[in-house]
């Protein structure tokens, strides 16, 4: 039972302050048993406030403390520093949220908050009475990382964790490399292209010893922990023995009677069964959709080098941590949706770089020359009736930089934006203003009131209701519609869901804290980057891409790890296996083991995250979390009963 306890109750420069009494919070608990130290600080976080705790701890002897301020996802560990700064083990310090779930949530009532105030950090003493000193548990850490996603991501984190010194398998589901940004040409900010910046990459990839690229393949299984995952992946087989001549496989793809349409142009065009890679993707070799192909032995025929015994081989892979870099689709939108799939010139924003690729002397869709071309914003995004109420940040820079360079290419276009609000961040402003200055036409529509795209006889017509010409109605005849379409999760999450990530609201990987720890998930030892946690450019996601290869690797370089042990604790006499537990666990804890002449739970340490989720389903109360047992919560809702 802790004697010495100091509590310290912060203003948080106002958020707190304006809406608590903060000095009757300390009056009201500066009484409490074992308290000999209270105050208040303007910001308890400051460098001089952590100072001063780290004295008072000294010189007074502190063997417990309490902060009440923020969140713990923002400033726990901050002051479990502080603490152990002290020479006091860090489990002996307790946070209080009086922010978020006080101040900010009764900004209205100044008493009432005041007084529930109170009753959380009466709570907090009252937990940190019974704190123990505990320590870490420790596990071993192989010093190897999986690098899921091949994109710009996770090619750059995998050149990253290499240079560093880890073993990195880097993990593709397609047959080729480059995501996305494969399928691009100028790229916005930059003199590169799409080919150009892929190219250097896989360069670098591939110069790298310490890097194993696997193309076809796909975790299909995943056991262990943090330090320790063993991972399943499954390899689908090209089915060639050797790389083709140009010639040879040329004639190959020439008999190949199976035509499907390209995913890599977004379906306006065709490729075979037999197909090979663009320019911009890698590794430079052909390989067969055996999906649709119809085994008709033409292309056999031909070429020698084709084999199709090659069979689906399986690798069993141990690394210490996971990087998930699995990007994001296009919105595709729905039938209807700006007139999209029943107008024939509607086309959505990937789409139409394709269309500018295939493009030289003249911009032609369809056998007809276009010159009037409509972009409708926001499309699959800030939705008003749809779920994507997010913004995907980078259409308007991108349609933008096409618009320009479409053009300066063709001669003759006019380009009308219909925008809800142009958002080019930053340094991308500059496209914004070019734009404006080559005699672009911006119209903006009210936020309730979206463009209306209409067929009238052989016409396509838009038509807004203009913000910026006071409500003034327009129309516009357009030779080809293009729906500028927002980046949305990959439609196939099940690698999320093998590994349990979570997802936020906006179904994008969730990270911890978007400042404080921005690649970290919940799961330990995994962490995301680039669009598959949220829209973002190429250095965006290069970017993230950077810093989760550092924090995985932070997790593996030392060979060990220190994990929290806030874990659950198993009674070993009051426990009777019956498996409760382990199906309550969303974290696969738990495994039944034999002792004592009977079955029971255990717990794996590494893997156990403290939440608490097995504790009610015990029908023996055989389990109890340690940090936070039954006589600490019963401890901290006594205190929080107000007196009567």
């Not at 000999?36 to 303007?42: F, P, Q």
């Not at 937990?127 to 420790?138: D, F, Y």
């Not at 020698?304 to 689709?329: C, H, M, R, W």
Request: proline residues 4%; aromatic residues 8%; hydrophobic residues 35%.
């Amino acid at each position: 039972m802790k004697k010495k306890i100091g509590v310290y109750i912060c203003h948080c420069g106002g958020n707190i302050s304006d809406y608590v009494d903060v000095e009757k919070v300390r009056q009201a608990v500066e009484g409490d048993e074992g308290v000999i130290l209270s105050k208040t600080t303007m910001f308890a976080c400051a460098d001089s406030n952590q100072k001063e705790m780290v004295d008072d701890i000294k010189d007074r002897e502190l063997d417990g403390v309490v902060v009440a301020s923020c969140s713990p996802k923002l400033h726990l560990l901050t002051f479990r520093a502080v603490v152990e700064r002290a020479g006091l083990n860090k489990y002996n310090y307790v946070h209080a949220n009086i922010r978020e779930q006080v101040s900010w949530a009764h900004s209205d009532n100044k008493m009432g908050a005041t007084e529930k105030a109170i009753q959380i950090v009466k709570a907090a003493i009252a937990k940190v009475r019974n704190t123990e000193s505990l320590e870490p548990v420790i596990v071993e850490a192989t010093n190897a990382v999986a690098v899921i996603g091949a994109g710009i991501a996770g090619m750059r984190a995998a050149i990253e964790l290499a240079e560093a010194g880890s073993q990195v398998y880097l993990i593709e589901r397609e047959f080729f490399v480059g995501g996305r940004v494969a399928q691009w040409d100028d790229l916005c900010l930059t003199e590169e292209t799409g080919k150009e910046l892929i190219t250097r990459l896989y360069d670098q990839v591939m110069s790298q010893k310490k890097i194993t690229l696997f193309t076809g393949a796909e975790v299909i299984e995943n056991s262990g922990s943090v330090g320790n995952f063993n991972l399943k992946v499954k390899i689908t087989p090209r089915h060639f023995k050797l790389r083709c001549t140009e010639e040879t496989l040329q004639q190959a793809i020439d008999v190949c009677p199976v035509e499907v349409p390209d995913e890599f142009n977004f379906n306006i065009t065709t490729r075979k069964a037999i197909y090979h890679n663009y320019p911009s993707e890698y590794p430079q070799l052909p390989a067969i959709d055996m999906k649709n192909c119809t085994r008709c032995g033409e292309c056999e025929k031909v070429c020698p080098n084709i084999d199709f015994s090659q069979k689906t081989e399986y690798l069993n892979l141990k690394v210490g941590s996971i990087l998930l870099a699995t990007g994001f689709d296009p919105y595709e939108p729905k039938k209807g949706e700006f007139g999209y799939g029943e107008i024939d010139n509607v086309v959505t924003f990937p789409q139409f770089k394709r269309i500018v690729h295939y493009c030289d002397d003249k911009l032609v869709y369809k056998g007809k020359e276009i010159k009037n071309i409509a972009y409708i914003y926001c499309v699959g995004s800030r939705q008003v009736d749809g779920e994507n109420k997010y913004c995907s940040r980078y259409c308007c820079t991108a349609i933008i930089h096409t618009a320009i360079t479409v053009k300066k290419k063709y001669k003759g276009i006019h380009n009308y934006h219909f925008n809800r609000g142009i958002r080019t961040y930053g340094k991308a402003e500059v496209w914004y203003d070019e734009s404006s200055r080559l005699g672009d036409i911006y119209l903006q529509s009210f936020e309730y009131d979206p463009p209306v795209v209409e067929k009238s006889g052989t016409q396509t017509i838009v038509r807004i209701k203009d913000m910026l010409t006071i409500d003034k109605e327009i129309e516009v005849v357009a030779d080809l519609v293009v729906l500028v379409t927002g980046m949305v999760p990959r439609q196939d999450n099940s690698i999320g869901n093998l590994l349990k990530v979570p997802r936020g609201r906006d179904n994008f990987f969730n990270e911890i804290h978007m400042k404080l720890r921005p690649v970290e998930t919940v799961i330990d030892g995994i962490t995301i980057a680039g669009a598959s946690q949220g829209p973002k450019n190429i250095m965006e996601s290069i970017n993230s891409g950077l810093a989760a290869a550092t924090k995985s690797f932070s997790l593996v370089n030392s060979g060990e790890l220190a994990l929290e042990p806030t874990v659950a604790k198993v009674n070993l006499e009051a426990c009777e296996w019956c498996g409760k537990c382990d199906e309550a666990c969303p974290y696969n804890a738990f495994e039944k083991v034999e002792t004592g002449g009977k079955f029971i739970a255990k717990v794996n340490s590494a893997v156990c995250k403290g939440c608490g989720m097995c504790l009610p389903v015990c029908p023996t109360n055989a389990l109890d979390l340690i940090g936070l047992t039954d006589e600490d919560v019963e401890s901290m809702i006594d205190a929080l009963i107000p007196n009567i």
